[in-house]
């Protein structure tokens, strides 16, 4: 797991430079923190998380502006899930990709990753039978989480 994370940011900062962007500042403390993540950030949480950790301030602005350059290079990927925030989660290779599903808590927002092969051979069977050349699917499911259900 610690070489598929390491690959991710060192690839990230590969096609940043390729790109024509210059190393380290905020896009190197933006790529780490996504890249020890199980499942997507906010821009918000991003900037909690960086916040929480000594001498780690970066500007929200250059947060947005480090997550657009990334979206746009196609190595992260938009997790929308219905509450209006945009959260954003590593474009890992696809050998490498842990194929993850997300379950919402409509109460905090807290975003849990999930993974069923059941569901993933329903889907593949579905895709087959409709005229749809399905090429992604993700799914979502809401509710309230445990922390939530219990206060
Ligand atoms: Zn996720
Ligand atoms: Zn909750």
Redesign the pocket.
């Given at each position: 797991m610690a070489q598929t994370r390491q690959a991710w940011s060192e690839h990230a900062l590969e096609r940043l430079s390729d790109a024509g962007f210059r190393r380290g500042g905020a896009r190197q403390v933006v790529i780490e923190l996504l890249d020890e993540q199980p499942?997507?950030l906010s821009a918000l949480d991003i900037e909690d998380e960086l916040r929480s950790r000594e001498g780690r301030r970066v500007g929200r602005a250059s947060i947005y502006r480090v997550l657009d350059e990334l979206v746009t290079l196609d190595l992260l990927s938009r997790?929308e899930v219905g509450d209006g925030v945009a959260r954003y989660?590593p474009q890992r290779p696809q050998h490498e990709h842990e194929h993850?599903h997300?379950l919402v808590c409509d109460g905090c927002g807290r975003?849990e990753?999930f993974q069923d092969d059941a569901l993933e051979r329903a889907i593949r069977g579905l895709a087959a039978r409709v005229a749809f050349d399905v090429s992604d699917h993700d799914v979502t499911l809401h509710g309230c989480c445990e922390r939530c259900r219990t206060t």
């Open positions: 499942c997507a997790v989660e993850h997300h975003l990753p």
